[in-house]
């Protein structure tokens, strides 16, 4: 490869964004691995006005589980509809650490990120992932926040501090559960009645994603096994 194509190439790369080698001195800017943005449509049903149900299920798993949370979470045929949106997050920041470094958010919801150093050190907060951003640095006693309007995975990082980084999962809607490592079962509730897609992000993937329709009626839960396979 001659000097002069190399260079064309480097340049082409830096105005998409790619980042070649180690970034510049002061700046930690990762390379965007796993992007993922989940598509959500708008309906204008409300979750309040709506009779619910729920779902239950196991998850059943082919070989050894890595020690991360899953995300076993719901998408309505034909939009999530408008339901009420949880309390801001706050996020610390004390020790060039974000706490906590993973969190549920729902579409919609804002984090506040709250720089709490003991220590006269400054933060800044950006994001990749289904929301891409930069909220800029700030002091010691300052806070910034954003609201999450885009539902997927989001990476959180600081361009001061290279090692401090933090994972944010989007949920479409209030239809999500959490499971742990150390757990095996869930149950969404409070779910309006219709037909959904069930679906799963994993926090370390390990496995294929699953996709499931199921019916939700009104008082009941539908129970489910959700296979996860290699």
């Not at 080698?21 to 709506?50: E, M, S």
């Not at 499971?179 to 869930?186: C, H, M």
Request: aromatic share 10%.
């Amino acid at each position: 490869m001659t000097k002069t194509l190399f260079f064309a190439l480097v340049a082409v790369a830096a105005s998409a964004g790619v980042f070649l080698g180690r970034p510049a001195a002061g700046q930690h800017r990762p390379v965007l691995v796993y992007d993922r943005v989940i598509a959500t449509q708008v309906a204008d049903f409300d979750w309040k006005d709506a009779k619910k149900g729920g779902v239950s299920g196991s998850l059943k798993f082919s070989a050894r589980r890595a020690a991360a949370p899953i995300v076993v979470y719901l998408t309505r045929d034909g939009g999530d509809g408008k339901f009420a949106v949880p309390d801001a997050l706050e996020v610390r920041q004390e020790g060039a650490r974000f706490a906590p470094g993973f969190a549920v958010l729902v579409k919609g919801q804002t984090a506040r990120f709250l720089n709490d150093e003991k220590k006269d050190i400054a933060h800044n907060v950006y994001f990749l992932g289904a929301t891409e951003g930069d909220l800029g640095i700030f002091d010691r006693g300052q806070s910034v926040q954003h609201e999450f309007t885009a539902a997927g995975e989001v990476s959180l990082h600081c361009s001061i501090h290279k090692n401090m980084d933090g994972k944010f999962f989007i949920a479409p809607s209030p239809a999500f559960a959490l499971v742990e490592s150390d757990a095996e079962s869930f149950r969404i509730s409070g779910v309006p009645a219709g037909k959904y897609k069930l679906r799963t992000w994993q926090r370390q993937k390990r496995f294929k994603d699953v996709e499931l329709d199921i019916t939700v009626e009104a008082d009941k839960d539908a129970t489910v096994a959700v296979e996860m396979t290699r």
